[in-house]
């Protein structure tokens, strides 16, 4: 693997991130609605968070998405979502290791997470892209594996779908001949459980079904709703003179499936699935848990607070534990598993994707 451009196009995609309207809206959430319960069966003060992932407890069910690394910024930014990782018990992924497999001197951008979240359930990231060939870089390699995974002492790997990004990113990675042989033995190959995982389009039940049969272990759908990447690259080819980027990736704003479908259409492959795009409040989660997810993957709002400093990151995730211990509370369960069995209500445009797609 050789690339040079990497660390400047990680910060590049932070400072858009953080600083420009890139979320798509629509995941779903508004549609979803858990019948109220007012005969509580326990104190507020007792529900208890505490859930189960890949044979691991955590004490909420809340994954820090897959981020950032592998520029000298990211290090403190991980440093902050892994400390916060580590105190509240949650989950965390790190951004793409590539950067770090092509410049080792990347690593501690990253194992930084391990630094401060010593037993934290960290997942390592790679690309799926780059488990093909593109022009002349050749695909990463059981060896890349391995290393990414113990760069951080990873609990798990994820492999990452991007190719809406990579479709509109100025020279982005577009070759996919393949891809399921590589991801079958990327799979295979990994030391840790495999996740697959969508970044803003969403897996359908088809793909979801297939990635199980591929060998991963669990899903994370990356559904459309929250932190658009076809509009981050859209701005960055603008910013390029890329005018082909740049009409593509504001044409495909609202490409793909919206979260809450993908989530139900995902389940179908019996794995555990984590909803990730879009979700802004513990209520978003609650309803995401409702319809079926193990998890929840919060972005944009974590590392936009990580960028402020670690009190920020506390609160954001205080308030938020707080919005789903009450919609628990107030749906008449103890903890977060018992509200896949809350009677809910769909309406709107997600109730109408669910019936023509079947799902
Ligand atoms: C700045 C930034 C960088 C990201 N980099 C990666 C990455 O390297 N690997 C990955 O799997 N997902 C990456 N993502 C996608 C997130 O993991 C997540 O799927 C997406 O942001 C949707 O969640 P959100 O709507 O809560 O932001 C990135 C997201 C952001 C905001």
Redesign the pocket.
């Known amino acids: 693997m050789s690339s040079t451009d990497i660390p400047a196009r990680k910060r590049e995609?932070?400072e858009v991130?953080a600083t420009s309207e890139v979320?798509a809206g629509g995941a779903g959430w508004s549609d979803v609605h858990l019948v109220h319960s007012a005969l509580p069966r326990i104190d507020l003060a007792d529900v208890d968070l505490e859930t189960e992932f890949l044979g691991r407890r955590l004490k909420a069910p809340l994954v820090i998405?897959?981020?950032?690394g592998g520029h000298p910024a990211a290090r403190r930014i991980n440093g902050v979502l892994a400390q916060a990782a580590q105190d509240h018990g949650l989950a965390m992924?790190l951004?793409?290791q590539r950067a770090a497999l092509c410049d080792p001197a990347l690593e501690p951008t990253y194992a930084v997470a391990r630094e401060a979240a010593p037993t934290a359930f960290l997942i390592a990231?790679l690309g799926a892209a780059q488990l093909v060939p593109q022009g002349e870089a050749p695909a990463a390699t059981p060896d890349d594996l391995r290393r990414a995974v113990d760069m951080i002492r990873a609990d798990a790997l994820?492999i990452?779908l991007?190719f809406l990004e990579e479709s509109v990113q100025t020279g982005g990675d577009r070759q996919a001949a393949g891809l399921r042989e590589a991801l079958a033995a990327a799979a295979a190959a990994s030391p840790v459980p495999a996740i697959a995982?969508e970044?803003?389009a969403g897996l359908s039940r088809q793909s979801a079904i297939e990635l199980a049969e591929l060998g991963f272990r669990a899903l994370?759908v990356?559904g459309l709703?929250?932190?658009s990447f076809a509009v981050v690259e859209a701005i960055r080819a603008e910013r390029r003179g890329d005018r082909r980027g740049a009409a593509l990736g504001r044409a495909y704003r609202d490409w793909g499936i919206p979260t809450a479908v993908s989530v139900v259409g995902a389940l179908a492959a019996g794995l555990p699935v984590i909803a990730?795009?879009?979700?802004r409040s513990g209520l978003d989660a609650a309803k995401a848990l409702a319809l079926g997810a193990a998890l929840v993957?919060?972005?944009?709002?974590l590392?936009r607070a990580a960028l402020q400093g670690p009190e920020a990151v506390e609160a954001w995730i205080a308030q938020f534990l707080e919005e789903l211990r009450v919609a628990v509370f107030l749906s008449g369960g103890r903890g977060p598993r018992d509200l896949a069995a809350v009677p809910r209500v769909i309406l709107g445009d997600t109730r109408a994707w669910l019936a023509d797609l079947g799902y």
């Not at 993957?297 to 709002?301: F, S, T």
């Open positions: 995609h932070l991130v979320e998405a897959s981020m950032t992924g951004g793409s990231n994820a990452h991007n995982k970044t803003g994370d990356g709703g929250g932190t990730t795009g879009g979700v993957g919060v972005g944009r709002p590392v």
